[in-house]
């Protein structure tokens, strides 16, 4: 929704289209699939990554970067006292999912980190 590009919109169209001659939905020839740029990871190892503190969010990492443990995926700026608040992730893994919102409040899931080792349980589709 955020990245919206002729380029991009392309490639989606032809997955889309090349996924529907792999499911037999359509006919068409198949085509060799990607390699993946990551290995698949657990669900149980996703890590929503919340801020502290509301303010404005401005991100420091991008949708679809690796991160490592500890490196930062965004800042909060207090509008009152301009104070900063780094937000980092606390394992690695691939950033993957990042809020649109620009404006944050204490405690808000502003992105997600897929992570190979599985840390979590229960209910995993929130947060």
Do not use: K, W
């Amino acid at each position: 929704q955020g990245d919206v590009n002729h380029p991009l919109a392309s490639r989606d169209c032809q997955a889309l289209i090349d996924y529907l001659i792999q499911f037999d939905a359509i006919v068409g020839e198949t085509r060799p699939q990607p390699p993946l740029p990551f290995p698949a990871t657990p669900l149980a190892g996703v890590e929503p990554v919340t801020t502290p503190v509301g303010g404005l969010l401005v991100y420091t990492a991008t949708a679809g970067q690796y991160l490592q443990a500890g490196q930062q995926i965004a800042e909060i700026i207090d509008p009152i006292t301009d104070r900063v608040t780094s937000i980092c992730c606390t394992a690695a893994g691939v950033l993957y999912a990042r809020s649109l919102r620009r404006m944050a409040t204490a405690g808000m899931v502003i992105a997600h980190v897929a992570g190979a080792e599985a840390y979590r349980s229960g209910y995993l589709l929130s947060p």
